[in-house]
């Protein structure tokens, strides 16, 4: 089991750059695979980012390639979210979300075990 507790949302302007951070409980941290979700108002929840266990691989959703970076640090059971070049349209609660093994996409919903409540992020033009 792993309990996992996102923060660093907040209120930035267009051009504006957050760093997420998700917080795991566990001595197993390093056991699991990571990603990022996000779910605007009204629209389904969506991939933003996976990362594997030792951190060897990353995966990102086309519209974030280039303007998100994912990463993590198994020695503080954390992973985080960098980024940057925010627009409005990134206006969402991010959730993170930890799974066991490599097999599938690293980019579907249902491949992920276990989900932090989100920390929302407000993009203003």
């Known amino acids: 089991q792993v309990q996992l507790v996102e923060s660093g949302g907040g209120l930035v302007q267009a051009g504006g750059s957050l760093r997420l951070s998700c917080a795991a409980s566990?001595?197993?941290?390093?056991?699991?695979?990571m990603a990022w979700f996000r779910q605007a108002p009204g629209k389904e929840r969506l991939f933003v980012a996976a990362?594997?266990?030792?951190?060897?691989?990353?995966y990102y959703a086309d519209s974030e390639k280039g303007r998100f970076t994912i990463s993590r640090d198994n020695a503080k059971n954390t992973v985080y979210l960098q980024m940057n070049s925010l627009k409005p349209e990134d206006t969402a609660v991010y959730h993170c979300?930890?799974?066991?093994?490599?097999?599938?996409?690293?980019?579907?919903?249902?491949?992920?075990?276990?989900w932090g409540q989100g920390t929302q992020v407000t993009v203003s033009s």
């Open positions: 979300a930890a799974r066991r093994g490599l097999t599938g996409t690293q980019r579907a919903q249902s491949e992920y075990g276990y």
């Open positions: 566990g001595r197993t941290f390093s056991s699991y695979a």
């Open positions: 990362i594997t266990n030792n951190g060897g691989m990353t």
